[in-house]
């Protein structure tokens, strides 16, 4: 397992955008793929954001598509969600998750390493 740290969250209006940033500590981490999730108050973690280890690969979830874009620097160690148009249902805890290996994975139970999450709080 890797710890990560998320960055980058904050409060933003409608129509503002924010970048994330996911660093693991102690420990390179070129040879994972990445994904971002996010948690809303009352709601189940869901799937946001998916990146290959060599960032050839990414996915996302419908309700993102076209406003979110994922991206990394692994000479830089940093995976990045840069979040445009954000809306009001954009707010909810982000988690960057982290797993060893090929491909890129929707699912939670894929990812065996978790940030502690960064609020991002989108006001109307």
């Known amino acids: 397992q890797v710890q990560l740290v998320e960055s980058g969250g904050g409060l933003v209006q409608a129509g503002g955008s924010l970048r994330l940033s996911c660093a693991p500590s102690?420990?390179?981490?070129?040879?994972?793929?990445m994904g971002w999730f996010r948690q809303a108050p009352g709601k189940e973690r869901e799937f946001v954001a998916a990146?290959?280890?060599?960032?050839?690969?990414?996915y996302y979830a419908d309700s993102v598509k076209g406003r979110f874009t994922i991206s990394r620097d692994n000479a830089k160690n940093t995976v990045y969600l840069q979040m445009n148009s954000l809306k009001p249902e954009d707010t909810a805890v982000y988690y960057c998750?982290?797993?060893?290996?090929?491909?890129?994975?929707?699912?939670?139970?894929?990812?065996?390493?978790w940030g502690q999450g960064t609020q991002v709080t989108v006001s109307s």
């Open positions: 102690g420990r390179t981490f070129s040879a994972y793929a």
């Open positions: 990146i290959s280890w060599s960032g050839g690969s990414t």
């Open positions: 998750a982290a797993r060893p290996g090929a491909g890129f994975w929707l699912e939670e139970s894929a990812y065996g390493s």
